[in-house]
């Protein structure tokens, strides 16, 4: 029996056109015509004369309405699922180089809208974003695909409530979907640090920052300062370069996790301690500053401060109050190692941020590399919220 035809939306003339231009969401306000289609559902997408745009996930209560999927007709849902997964998995592949903690899934950048993995080591961390991948048989399409090609020992699913209260989806507890495993150890670059499943921000680590936490490692030197260590991925990678390395994150469960992974690595410290510190960055900047302690190498890696677009001013505020304090604590041919995550601050933005910063600390800076994310996070060129990470190498001359 041939199955039903799939629900239809139409789009306004500016939907068709964002479709058109390569973008793969549509927002509500674009949507012309819905009637009667259900959440989470698999639809055809037409322009306003009729004509099949193709088909894409429909969300009845984001403001990303559309997340489209292929321009070709879908007759077989979980077989494009399947290999959509299984092409995820082949790219990291080619990609992927010493570690076993990387995405594996990065939503639209794999062409799976709404669908986060990573994996640690033996452990893969599952994170469900809209209605449609909720759905149980997309679950179950999933969980066995990852089961089948990676073999994990767990799948664990972590779960942010606003996300799923934004999608009018049932509340639910982060936990265990296969397996009984939730800690295990994972490398990034040769250095060893602890995974808790059910713990941590996001997944549970910042794989995105891998490439970087390497780059860093190569130009630091002397004294170094690393702000928002966080759970220590860059004093890690710098204590081996580094006569002295100070951490400072405002989470004290952060920082025990952080100790326990210097521990982890005794070896490749060659001795050196690295002091963890609980304090406010922006506190702690300006004190240090002002009591003119100076360091040889300095890393600014904060949370995103552009939540949304109407944050950017005050965002750029605080990345250059940030940037202009460690700009005056570097020694003379100090190297800075400054992030962004904001999606919304652009590298322009951000790079004129620095520029500023350094003008006003009467600093010359030569810029070494600019970076993103790691490559297991892969940038769509038409979606441009796919490139959201930002990190820039310097050094400061006089």
């Not at 939730?182 to 997944?203: C, H, P, W």
Request: hydrophobic share 40%; aromatic share 8%.
């Amino acid at each position: 029996m041939p199955k039903p035809p799939l629900p239809t939306i139409k789009l306004s003339p500016r939907g068709t056109t964002r479709l058109k231009s390569g973008h793969v969401w549509v927002y509500r306000s674009d949507i012309a015509q819905a009637d009667g289609v259900a959440p989470g559902s698999l639809v055809t997408v037409i322009d306003q004369r009729g004509k099949p745009l193709g088909a894409a996930l429909y969300s009845s209560s984001s403001q990303i309405a559309i997340r489209m999927l292929t321009r070709e007709e879908v007759t077989d849902f979980p077989a494009l699922l399947r290999q959509r997964i299984a092409a995820a998995i082949d790219y990291r592949k080619n990609v992927v180089r010493d570690t076993n903690a990387y995405r594996v899934i990065f939503t639209e950048a794999d062409f799976l809208p709404g669908l986060i993995v990573d994996r640690y080591n033996d452990i893969l961390s599952l994170q469900i974003l809209t209605q449609a991948m909720d759905a149980e048989f997309v679950r179950a399409t999933v969980i066995s695909e990852l089961s089948e090609y990676l073999h994990p020992a767990s799948i664990v699913e972590r779960v942010d409530p606003r996300v799923r209260e934004l999608e009018t989806l049932a509340p639910r507890a982060s936990g265990l979907l296969q397996g009984e495993k939730t800690s295990t150890i994972f490398t990034m670059n040769g250095v060893r640090f602890r995974y808790d499943a059910l713990e941590g921000q996001k997944t549970g680590a910042f794989l995105d920052q891998r490439e970087n936490y390497a780059a860093a490692a190569q130009y630091a030197r002397g004294e170094a300062l690393d702000v928002f260590c966080y759970r220590g991925g860059f004093a890690l990678h710098l204590a081996p370069r580094c006569s002295q390395v100070t951490g400072v994150d405002s989470s004290r469960p952060a920082l025990e996790v952080a100790e326990q992974n210097a521990a982890l690595n005794r070896d490749l410290l060659k001795g050196n301690e690295i002091e963890w510190i609980e304090a406010n960055a922006f506190d702690l900047l300006k004190d240090y500053a002002a009591s003119n302690r100076r360091y040889d190498t300095i890393v600014l890696d904060p949370p995103a401060f552009a939540k949304t677009k109407r944050d950017l001013d005050s965002a750029l505020r605080g990345y250059k109050e940030l940037n202009l304090r460690a700009l005056k604590m570097l020694r003379p041919e100090g190297m800075l190692v400054t992030c962004s995550c904001s999606y919304h601050v652009s590298q322009a933005d951000f790079l004129e941020m620095l520029g500023s910063a350094a003008i006003d600390a009467r600093r010359t800076l030569r810029v070494i590399e600019l970076r993103g994310q790691a490559k297991d996070h892969p940038i769509l060129l038409d979606v441009p919220e796919t490139a959201y990470l930002k990190c820039a190498i310097a050094r400061v001359s006089i």
